[in-house]
């Protein structure tokens, strides 16, 4: 898979290159690109903000800049998805990151400011499939924080990202449950013990106790969920 990001502050992704996903990137499993957008700009100044027509606070961010980004990155791109991370956006869910997983050319750009100028999303929709995600219900500074966690939650449900695909079938959300508790060693932990059926070695009561927790964790603490 490969992965365009835009963004004015692309040292932000220096962390990608630890963990999982950086070894991802040695192995070419996924080619992750990033970019700065000022490289696309063509005054002395770097300019990639203005002032918003109709007045109002903060800036915006020209247009120009943005169409030469997604026009060079989607050069030679079959079917690109463009993604623009944004609090105003469909949430991104487990099922956003398998639907991603699938896709062969991402672009992610990372706004600031008050925003893009909205003809920007128009524009990209001439050149693929556009989606504005937001990570939750509150406001970042930019979307830079927003395509990391992106990234790495897409990233690592490419096979062979992930040393043992089995944890990725037993974790939160994979079926729209939260996870079950875990317990190491050893049993007996400053007076608290772990729960007696995990050392029974019945595989079947192991597996039911865990669906029973899931579903009273999920009730207790995301009792939307269930009712999705
Ligand atoms: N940019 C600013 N806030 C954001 C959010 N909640 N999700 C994605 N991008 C953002």
Not at 11 to 24: E, N, P, V
Not at 102 to 131: K, M, N, P, Q
Not at 144 to 159: C, F, K, Q
Not at 161 to 178: Q, W
Request: negative net charge; hydrophobic residues 35%.
């Amino acid at each position: 898979m490969r992965i365009d990001v835009v963004s004015i502050f692309p040292s932000y992704f220096d962390g990608l290159a630890l963990s999982l996903l950086g070894k991802a990137r040695e192995t070419g499993l996924i080619d992750l690109r990033i970019h700065d957008l000022r490289d696309w700009t063509d005054d002395r100044h770097r300019t990639v903000d203005d002032t918003p027509y109709g007045g109002g606070a903060g800036m915006v961010m020209k247009p120009e800049p943005w169409a030469r980004a997604l026009d060079e990155l989607t050069t030679d791109s079959e079917n690109p998805t463009l993604i623009f991370p944004s609090p105003a956006g469909e949430v991104f869910r487990q099922r956003t990151a398998r639907d991603l997983a699938h896709r062969e050319h991402i672009v992610i750009g990372c706004g600031r400011y008050e925003g893009i100028d909205e003809r920007v999303f128009e524009y990209a929709s001439t050149l693929g499939e556009v989606r504005l995600v937001s990570l939750g219900d509150y406001v970042l500074n930019g979307g830079e924080v927003a395509a990391m966690a992106m990234i790495e939650a897409v990233g690592r449900l490419i096979p062979g990202v992930v040393g043992n695909p089995e944890s990725l079938v037993e974790e939160s959300h994979e079926d729209g449950l939260l996870e079950y508790p875990s317990y190491t060693k050893p049993s007996n932990w400053r007076d608290r013990e772990v729960p007696g059926i995990l050392l029974s070695g019945n595989h079947g009561a192991i597996a039911t106790w865990r669906h029973e927790q899931q579903l009273e964790r999920t009730q207790r603490r995301r009792p939307d969920l269930l009712a999705d």
